[in-house]
Structures are given as C-alpha cells and as structure tokens.
C-alpha cells in the first residue's frame, strides 16, 4: 500500500544544530508539503513543493529550508536549531488533479531543542 | 489572507450528537474538508464536501455547508468515546493546491 512516512519519530537536539526531518512517500504525488503544529496554533505551512525542483515558503519559513530532488521526498532541514522550533512536525502530498485536493499525513517528528 | 476558525473545545455525553463548526473567509474554496487526529497521531481525512453542495452524509458523519455565510458543520451522531480526538477544519486555497486549517477542536465524549 502506497504511504508516507517520516523519520525520525521522535528527536532531542541543542540549539544551533542543524537538523533534519525525513518526509518519504510513495504515492508518486507531485505535492508535498510541511507543517508545524503548536498548542492553539493549529497546523502552520513551512514550506511546500509542487513538484522536482520546485519549493516555496510557507506562513512559517524562517530557519527552515526544504529540497526536492525527486518526486518521493521532501526533507525539512533547521539550518541552526532554536527553542522556538520546538513543536510535532507533520509532512503531506496531494495529487495535482485539478480535483479535490486531499492531503495525506504522516505519522509526524516530535522535536525538542533544548 | 484566507481565515478559518473553530471552537476550540466541545464535551459531549456518549450517544449524544455532536456538532463542530467552523467558519471561513474565502468564498472561491471549492473543496472543504474535515480531519480527525487521534493522541499521538497524523490527520486522516475524515470527508470533505464540494462547494456546489449544501449537505453530506456518510454513515454517522454529515457535513453542512452554508456558502452564503461560509459557515462548515459537521454533525457526529451517536458519538462515542473512540470519537475523542481533535477535528480540523480546512478549505482548499482556491486553486493553489494547498489547505487552511483551522486550530481543531478538542472533541471529549464523556460516559
């Protein structure tokens, strides 16, 4: 069954570290996107991308950075980790159908920068 | 930019309905969407509605959509305890290929 999947689950880091999140998905979809989600902040955009090559900022960008070199993945790099960056971070793709525009969800990065 | 809002806590006696509503600012959404998240978990998509339509069932699930006030519902009937979890509110960007959630609302069914 095709999926999406994140790695790794869970990650304790200091500040100033650069650290990266995983984002795999073999649904072959070209969308893929990734969000932060705090305690009455609901779920924020970091980044997203469109397709290979192609990446663009989120209401959230700043200290983050994305790359998409193929279709399946999408990884989420924190250039110099910060407290504030502490959150669950959740990747999704969609289909680029001209249809609905479903997003499906891993299973989520809890980060903790200490 | 585009907005959506819910409550951010409903409580609930087992068997009764529920109802989780939301609201949103940008009348060119064509898809509008309902996520459940369980403790520890991703989204999944519980069901979503085209504009076009005022109403959606799907077993114990129905969604209703008033376009003229952009107001989203979506009713649990015979809500359990397994219906404990946060329900997101999102509507497509209007053709940007991207969702906006809302906060989620906290959904407790009590005994």
């Known amino acids: 069954d095709a999926e999406i999947t994140q790695s790794p689950r869970h990650k304790i880091t200091e500040t100033g570290r650069q650290v990266t999140l995983a984002c795999h998905q073999t649904?072959?979809?070209?969308?893929m996107f990734w969000y932060r989600q705090d305690l009455g902040h609901g779920l924020r955009l970091i980044h997203y991308?469109?397709?290979?090559?192609?990446?663009n900022k989120g209401e959230v960008s700043d200290g983050y950075s994305v790359s998409r070199s193929n279709t399946e993945d999408l990884p989420l790099t924190l250039e110099s980790a910060a407290s504030s960056q502490t959150s669950v971070y959740f990747c999704?793709?969609?289909?680029?159908?001209?249809?609905?525009?479903?997003?499906?969800f891993g299973p989520g990065t809890r980060l903790l920068v200490l | 930019g585009e907005d959506v809002e819910q409550s951010l806590f409903l409580s609930v006696r087992e068997g009764d309905s529920s109802v989780i509503n939301c609201t949103y600012t940008?009348?060119?959404?064509?898809?509008l969407y309902w996520y459940k998240q369980e403790p520890g978990a991703g989204l999944q998509l519980l069901t979503y509605?085209?504009?076009?339509?005022d109403m959606k069932q799907d077993q114990r699930l129905t969604v209703l959509l008033n376009k003229k006030d952009k107001h989203l519902s979506l009713r649990i009937a015979d809500t359990q305890t397994g219906d404990s979890a946060i329900y997101f509110c999102?509507?497509?960007?209007?053709?940007?290929?991207?969702?906006?959630f809302g906060a989620g609302t906290r959904l407790a069914v009590h005994p």
């Open positions: 999704a793709s969609s289909e680029t159908s001209g249809g609905d525009e479903t997003q499906y």
């Open positions: 649904w072959n979809h070209n969308n």
């Open positions: 991308s469109y397709g290979v090559h192609d990446t």
């Open positions: 940008d009348s060119s959404s064509t898809y």
């Open positions: 509605i085209f504009s076009n339509m």
């Open positions: 999102a509507v497509d960007s209007g053709g940007y290929n991207k969702l906006i």
